[in-house]
């Protein structure tokens, strides 16, 4: 009887701080989960698990500064690839990384997987910032 | 009767246990056998023969031809990657860093990448990867040679490759090879597996402790 009763508030309690969730929350949180699969599929090989790049060859997902100050460019990265000299956390890289065949939604994730994961913090990066940021791609 | 069979059966089981235990470590040798009975003093003596690495010759990232001859008395890792792939290579190359950290320091030891896009990946552009990796000196080889010559060594060593697939690129599979000194195979590991990585770093110090392993320094 004792433990029925634990249980039921328990439940309640559960349900209480999952309903006190703000609706910008349970939305990060859908975002972030589903990136996380999408980072698992298509970046992690190169980036590595904690987004920590490949020496000289493949750039780290750390450096905040630049993810924040190229935020509006970020989904444009990821469908078309990226070539050219770019610095990261200080150093140079100039190797190429292939385009990417991933929907607006997904890029929205992953995007915010990344730029809230390996000591990165910001907001959401949703489909409707992703899709208008896509609309700019050179 | 029946009591005696288990008797026999938890010895048996205990005896092989014990004997996978044992201090007395080896690393089995794979690839195939061949039986030789020759004859040494007049008599007659069968002789196990293994597999070995065939004769081959490269050249490697500092432009310096690398023979077979390059590896004698070197305990070493072989894998193929090329230096635009990507998928499995980074994550061969980022656990295969630990492997050459380690074993830097040792003379008689050795890494080999052969690369399958000799077209794309020239000598330079090899030195490139290579400086970009941060591996310097002699310990880890990348190597360059004629697709044909670097086909037909991966099947000597096991490793399936396919040329280019619709999707414009190449097949492979990220095996790491541990050859001995005699060329024989030893151990083939997942190289995309960082925990299969760890255990070949493990085997490569039992092998360097086997008798007909160590160092003739």
Known sequence: ?138 | MKKLIYAIAFILLWNACKLNSGGNKALPIFGNKEAVTKTVNGKQVTDTLYQTIPAFKFVNQYGDTITDKSLDGKIYVADFFFTTCPNICPVMHRNMLPVYNEFKSHADFRIISHTIDPKYDTVPVLKKYADKMGISGNTWWLLHGQKNDTYTIAKSYLVSLQEKNPQGQYVHDGYFILIDKQKRIRGTYQGTDAKEVEKMTADIKTLMAEPDQKSTK
């Open chain 1, 1 to 138: 009887m004792k433990i029925k009763l634990i249980g039921v508030i328990c439940i309640v309690l559960t349900a209480l701080v999952i309903s006190c969730q703000s609706d910008e929350q349970v939305e990060f949180n859908r975002y972030f989960s589903a990136g996380s699969a999408v980072y698992q599929a298509h970046c992690q090989n190169c980036h590595g698990a904690k987004g920590e790049g490949l020496q000289g060859l493949i750039p780290s997902l750390t450096d905040s500064a630049y993810l924040k100050s190229n935020r509006s460019q970020l989904a444009c990265f990821v469908k078309n690839g990226l070539k050219g000299q770019i610095k990261i956390s200080g150093k140079q890289f100039e190797g190429e990384m292939p385009p990417n065949d991933l929907s607006p939604v997904e890029i929205a994730q992953v995007l915010t997987y990344v730029t809230n994961s390996f000591g990165n913090k910001s907001a959401t990066i949703t489909i409707d910032q992703a899709n208008a940021d896509l609309a700019k791609c050179n």
